[in-house]
């Protein structure tokens, strides 16, 4: 039975690559493609549609696979390959939201049901992320601009009605600062305000997003950075 799921493995040793390609395409996947380092991965991205990630976290390169994984700034679930066990490269997995891990050496059995769970999740759940009306703002959040709304992953995050107003400033900027003068008329408009209360509003977004994702440009203003 030929199942349609597109899957990316992403593995620096060839042979591994090959040998877990051929066992998924036994398993009845056709659409399997290999990337063995990360540019190659990207590229692959880039052209193709894809629908899981299998992703080695050793890639031996500057950046690791859960970096790469971060780096390439999408929702596609992701099962990471490791051959580690140890708590802080699990810990930084686990902010990511894989489906799950798969130890090496891999048994067929548990990559198998690996992903049978995959595309549970994957057929039970159609993510408003796959619209084109989606802008991804990097580690792991999204915000839906035709329902105005943040996510995070599968989980939706509420703001309150200037931090929404001022996240959809950030967003308009195009990572462009946005100045404090300018965050104090669009949203409080001809009303005078404190810089504490501005500040206090940003603290405020900074908190339901990821801290980094909001930079600072010195006394001038705040911006949306993206980090690899």
């Given at each position: 039975?030929?199942?349609?799921?597109?899957?990316?493995?992403?593995?620096?040793?060839s042979l591994?690559?090959?040998?877990?390609?051929?066992?998924?395409?036994?398993?009845?996947?056709?659409d399997v493609?290999?990337?063995?380092?990360?540019?190659?991965?990207?590229?692959?991205?880039?052209?193709?549609?894809?629908?899981?990630?299998?992703?080695?976290?050793?890639?031996?390169?500057?950046?690791?696979?859960?970096?790469?994984?971060?780096?390439?700034?999408?929702?596609?679930?992701?099962?990471?390959?490791?051959?580690?066990?140890?708590?802080?490269?699990?810990?930084?997995?686990?902010?990511?939201?894989?489906?799950?891990?798969?130890?090496?050496?891999?048994?067929?059995?548990?990559?198998?049901?690996l992903l049978?769970?995959?595309?549970?999740?994957?057929?039970?759940?159609?993510?408003?992320?796959?619209?084109?009306?989606?802008?991804?703002?990097?580690?792991?959040?999204?915000?839906?601009?035709?329902?105005?709304?943040?996510?995070?992953?599968?989980?939706?995050?509420?703001?309150?009605?200037?931090?929404?107003?001022?996240?959809?400033?950030?967003?308009?900027?195009?990572?462009?600062?946005?100045?404090?003068?300018?965050?104090?008329?669009?949203?409080?408009?001809?009303?005078?305000?404190?810089?504490?209360?501005?500040?206090?509003?940003?603290?405020?977004?900074?908190?339901?997003?990821?801290?980094?994702?909001?930079?600072?440009?010195?006394?001038?203003?705040?911006?949306?950075?993206?980090?690899?």
């Amino acid at each position: 039975m030929i199942k349609n799921l597109r899957i990316l493995i992403v593995e620096n040793e060839s042979l591994v690559a090959l040998e877990l390609t051929q066992t998924i395409k036994s398993f009845g996947y056709q659409d399997v493609d290999y990337a063995t380092n990360g540019e190659m991965s990207q590229k692959l991205f880039k052209e193709k549609t894809f629908d899981l990630i299998l992703m080695d976290i050793n890639l031996n390169e500057n950046r690791d696979g859960i970096g790469l994984y971060q780096a390439l700034q999408t929702q596609i679930p992701v099962i990471y390959i490791t051959a580690y066990k140890d708590e802080p490269t699990i810990q930084r997995a686990i902010a990511t939201n894989p489906i799950g891990y798969l130890i090496k050496p891999h048994k067929e059995e548990e990559l198998k049901a690996l992903l049978l769970l995959a595309e549970h999740k994957i057929k039970t759940f159609h993510p408003p992320h796959a619209q084109t009306h989606t802008i991804h703002l990097g580690e792991g959040y999204y915000f839906d601009t035709k329902e105005e709304k943040l996510f995070y992953g599968d989980c939706f995050v509420h703001l309150g009605k200037k931090e929404l107003t001022l996240l959809k400033l950030l967003i308009h900027a195009r990572g462009n600062p946005v100045s404090y003068y300018t965050i104090e008329q669009e949203i409080w408009g001809d009303k005078s305000v404190s810089n504490s209360t501005i500040r206090t509003l940003i603290y405020r977004l900074r908190g339901k997003l990821e801290h980094k994702l909001i930079g600072s440009e010195s006394h001038y203003g705040i911006k949306l950075t993206v980090a690899d």
